[in-house]
């Protein structure tokens, strides 16, 4: 019998971050950051203005509330159809005739580059796990990775029952063989109440509003976990779990108690033990259970991924002691590349087994272990020197970006703690503080990182609210490490300070 997997999604936003973090039975699955706001506005939808029209080239400018004009060219989409197989439906559109002042719905297909504004389209999409949908373009597609012909076909008519009308279109993506039809109707009611809730909106709004932001990373984890049997999301943040609450009610299909706000003192991933976990992330030596361990070392080229027995000796003899390991490593690499968001060519160096049958075993165990991940990997057979290379599919920034960067006394050889990470651990800290009945903290730390939590204002929120009757001191250290701090936690009133200390207002 299977056995059933735990899994649980943890969700917070502090010091202008987002953070996601997938524990699944106990252990950290995957990690995954973002900065808020977003950076990037692609897939945004603007209400505009048209302030010029090329007619010799079917194309105008609009203003959409950015800083330079953008440019639209009717026969450009937000979908790139050729990725896909499309049926017989026409994808061509009757272009609308535009003259200056007219207001339009448009939604960014490529961001500015130099002094050229982003590039946007009147075709939308809305992006969901197993359907995107055309709102105003009659095509109709399916993944070419869904091989099977019967499925094929059974999607598509499926998909051609969802039709409104003629002027409306779906695309069938990869996660879709694996749902139910009522799963499908879900989504794609989903995605109309979007679109018909934006296109309300944008009746009243004014010219530059953005109407629909592509989704965040909180909003992405949520979406994409529809249909999963995800046990629980824990949320840190009050406006955070509102926004995931309505995105739920919406769905319909997905119950809100399993939608948890954190109301605790402490830092919520510190609470569950989570934080310890993260910060794993960042070292290289990574422990198997049964004593042996793994270092991981990244390289221009690829990363480098080294077996050791360590600790552990067996019982029998070294063949079978070191295909325990081997096993035990492969299970915990498939865990660590998802875990760590390592893209590209991968090397193990595994310790070298004698027996072919061992080599085999190891090999498939791998690739077992990775197919459980979503990001698509390609593994290659084992060498007789007992190294095995596989590619995965790059998404996203690997998540060790997050705790370091570049070391600026070495030529970027090597790495220190980034500011955002010592930051977020002296949060956590301040949270403790607080939390132990203190309503005052002192708190040493290197003068750099204390004038970039002032200049940028990474606790103003607190400051103002949940810390509004207490008091935090800095005492900036010219000597002191970047990632080196100390919080000293005090309730009396009259307090014994240096001159230089700083108080956060």
Not at 180 to 205: I, P, V
Not at 255 to 283: F, S, V
Not at 477 to 505: M, R, S, W
Request: glycine residues 6%; hydrophobic residues 35%; aromatic residues 10%.
């Amino acid at each position: 019998m299977k056995k059933e997997i735990k899994k649980e999604w943890f969700l917070d936003r502090y010091c202008k971050q987002q953070f996601a973090a997938l524990v699944e039975n106990g252990k950290l699955a995957e990690f995954d950051y973002e900065p808020e706001p977003r950076t990037s506005c692609v897939g945004n939808i603007y209400k505009g203005q048209v302030t010029n029209v090329l007619s010799g080239m079917n194309a105008a400018f609009v203003n959409c509330g950015l800083s330079r004009n953008c440019y639209l060219s009717m026969d450009t989409t937000y979908t790139d159809y050729t990725k896909y197989d499309g049926t017989m439906v026409e994808t061509k559109q009757e272009t609308p005739t535009l003259k200056v002042g007219d207001e339009i719905i448009v939604q960014v297909t490529q961001a500015a580059r130099g002094n050229k504004g982003a590039k946007v389209t009147t075709h939308l999409s809305f992006v969901g796990k197993r359907i995107i949908y055309l709102p105003n373009t009659s095509f109709l597609g399916i993944s070419r990775k869904i091989v099977d012909e019967a499925q094929r076909e059974k999607l598509l008519q499926a998909a051609t029952k969802m039709r409104e009308c003629e002027n409306e279109g779906f695309i069938i993506r990869t996660q879709a063989p694996f749902a139910t039809q009522k799963q499908l109707k879900t989504e794609t009611d989903y995605l109309k109440s979007l679109y018909r809730e934006m296109t309300e909106y944008a009746k009243t709004a004014p010219v530059g509003t953005l109407l629909y932001e592509d989704e965040d990373l909180p909003v992405r984890v949520v979406r994409d976990s529809f249909g999963e049997s995800i046990d629980a999301f824990y949320v840190g943040d009050e406006e955070l779990y509102e926004r995931l609450l309505h995105l739920i009610r919406l769905r319909k299909d997905f119950p809100e108690k399993k939608l948890i706000k954190y109301t605790g003192d402490r830092l919520m991933l510190k609470e569950h033990g989570i934080l310890d976990l993260i910060y794993d992330i960042a070292q290289p030596i990574t422990p198997l259970d049964n004593g042996g361990y793994l270092v991981i070392e990244h390289t221009e080229a690829m990363t480098v991924i080294d077996v050791n027995t360590g600790k552990f000796i067996g019982e029998n003899n070294l063949e079978e002691t070191v295909f325990a390991t081997n096993l035990s490593a492969a299970k915990e690499i498939a865990r660590q590349v998802r875990l760590r968001n390592i893209a590209g060519i991968i090397v193990v160096d595994f310790i070298d087994m004698a027996e072919e049958d061992h080599r085999l075993a190891v090999t498939e165990e791998l690739k077992r272990c990775l197919a459980l991940d979503k990001t698509k990997t390609n593994v290659l057979p084992m060498s007789e020197f007992c190294i095995t290379q596989f590619t995965r599919k790059r998404v996203g920034e690997n998540s060790g970006s997050f705790f370091v960067k570049p070391c600026p006394h070495c030529n970027g050889i090597g790495h220190v703690h980034d500011d955002i990470y010592v930051i977020s651990r002296l949060r956590a800290m301040l949270l403790d503080c607080f939390a132990d009945g203190n309503t005052v903290a002192i708190v040493d730390l290197n003068i750099n990182v204390m004038k970039k939590i002032l200049s940028e204002g990474f606790f103003a929120v607190e400051a103002k609210t949940r810390w509004k009757d207490k008091r935090i001191y800095f005492i900036p250290h010219k000597t002191y490490k970047e990632d080196c701090f100390f919080v000293k936690g005090e309730t009396a009133k009259i307090l014994q300070l240096p001159d230089n200390a700083q108080l956060l207002q």
